[in-house]
């Protein structure tokens, strides 16, 4: 019936309806996701090792954080080289890429102070939400590596902060696509306060063996049980960073609920003078047509 339809609608020189398509700038083809789950999976042990090492185990940040910065920067280029390959972004896509990456990295040092306050993950989700996951993950690294080198905080825990912003922008690409108007600043700003409430929780894991030592009730154990490492892990939490990582979900949500939609539809805006898919050519209305398929 449809396709009827559509060859009366095109005997009669009338043009088919076009659909309105959701952008965004970095797709993620078989390629890519496999690249993205592999780091995922190789940075998520290397955050985690707190929690299952072996008695005598010689581990520290300045042993790992080489290996997690590799897979970072390794996954990032295969996202972004991947859609500029199969033409799912092109100059001005990569322009984007860069604003809203300079954008966070000069919002989070002005925006960082007293109680958690920081709005560099209000950029991120906001933009991964428009523009996909692939773009999320590469945002999150970028705006992080970006910021780090205008206020010169590079160090170890560098390469475990860019692969915990890069999951916070995957996330945010993730989220249900057809949500619009109210619901999907609500959507949004429920996921980033718990986004930035994992964010903590990841950072904490990264030092937590090495500022408490092995003398107190709140130390890794090595060897004991995941639980009982758990146990102590979530106690540390509580003690020492939970009211500011619950600042920083605040904030974000607040950021969202007032920024949210004018932030999204200048996002979209922008986004139609770019190129976010691979192109399509156009049929040649001139040519002769061929005999009909059997």
Do not use: C
């Amino acid at each position: 019936m449809r396709r009827a339809a559509a060859a009366r609608a095109t005997a009669h020189g009338d043009a088919p309806a076009r659909t309105t398509r959701d952008p965004r700038v970095v797709a993620v083809p078989v390629r890519t996701a496999v690249a993205l789950a592999v780091a995922s999976v190789a940075g998520l042990l290397a955050f985690a090792w707190p929690l299952v090492v072996t008695p005598g185990a010689h581990l520290s940040d300045a042993t790992q954080a080489p290996l997690v910065l590799a897979l970072v920067v390794v996954a990032v280029l295969a996202v972004v080289l991947t859609a500029l390959s199969d033409g799912a972004l092109d100059a001005k896509g990569v322009a984007v890429l860069g604003l809203l990456s300079a954008v966070g990295a000069v919002v989070r040092p002005l925006s960082a102070g007293t109680a958690g306050v920081e709005l560099v993950f209000v950029v991120i989700v906001l933009g991964a939400r428009v523009l996909g996951p692939g773009f999320g993950f590469a945002l999150g690294s970028t705006t992080i590596l970006t910021s780090a080198l205008l206020t010169g905080g590079v160090g170890p825990w560098l390469p475990f902060q860019m692969l915990a912003a890069s999951w916070v922008g995957l996330g945010a690409g993730l989220l249900p696509r057809r949500l619009r108007g109210r619901a999907e600043v609500a959507v949004v700003a429920a996921y980033g306060a718990v986004a930035a409430l994992a964010f903590g929780l990841l950072m904490n894991l990264t030092f937590w063996p090495f500022q408490l030592g092995g003398a107190t009730a709140l130390s890794v154990v090595p060897g004991a049980p995941l639980t009982e490492n758990l146990q102590r892990f979530v106690l540390y939490t509580a003690a020492t960073s939970l009211g500011w990582d619950v600042g920083r979900a605040v904030t974000t949500v607040v950021g969202v609920a007032l920024l949210g939609r004018p932030f999204l539809a200048a996002l979209r805006r922008t986004a139609a003078r770019a190129s976010f898919a691979p192109p399509t050519v156009p049929p040649d209305r001139d040519a002769v047509p061929g005999t009909p398929s059997r």
